[in-house]
């Protein structure tokens, strides 16, 4: 699978645990130092595990990279991980409709795919072309879901109230 010649895409494909650590390490290496990913938040904390994915934040704010993250509701884990400038991070939510299963990020010219416990494994896919088209079709679901408010705020910038 590792292709070397120059204008043809490298895939690199890794298996278990090790291989999705270091996939998801190889994410903290973008140049341009923004990350798009579509997430299914519960299988990152299956595997690689709560801990180990707080560390990775960390060190991805430490970094200065900047997630755009879009991730589904039916795998998403209340409270963690939130919409917030501090944490670097822009989080919009997919229809309950779509079920993420596996997370993607797309990086400098490469696209990172990593599975659930199921199946184990991690790729990442380097192609120029590729990556612009997972570009696009990343900013197209972007757009057809709605923007994440801090909590409290309605999109005019007012107050919400809550009503019993």
């Known amino acids: 699978l590792h ?4 204008g043809k895409p490298r895939v690199r494909y890794y298996q278990g645990l090790d291989g999705i650590k270091h996939v ?3 994410t903290l290496t973008v140049r341009d130092k923004t990350l798009l990913g579509i997430l299914s938040m519960r299988d990152l904390f299956e595997v690689p595990g709560r801990a180990w994915m707080d560390d990775f934040v960390r060190r ?5 990279v900047f997630l755009r993250v879009i991730r589904s509701p039916v795998k998403d884990i209340a409270n963690v991980w ?7 991070r822009d989080v919009r939510f997919a229809s309950p409709d779509f079920v993420f299963t596996m997370t993607s990020y797309i990086y400098d010219n490469k696209v990172a795919v990593i599975s659930s416990r199921r199946e184990n494994f991690a790729m990442t896919i380097e192609s120029e072309e590729f990556t612009i088209m997972q570009r696009n079709l990343f900013d197209v679901f972007w757009a057809s879901c709605p923007a994440v408010l801090p909590k409290g705020r309605r999109a005019n910038g007012r107050e919400a109230v809550s009503r019993v």
Request: charged share 35%; hydrophobic share 25%.
């Open 3 to 6: 292709t070397r010649a120059n």
């Open 24 to 26: 998801l390490d190889d």
């Open 60 to 64: 991805r704010i430490e970094a200065g």
């Open 82 to 88: 939130p919409q917030s400038t501090d944490d670097l």
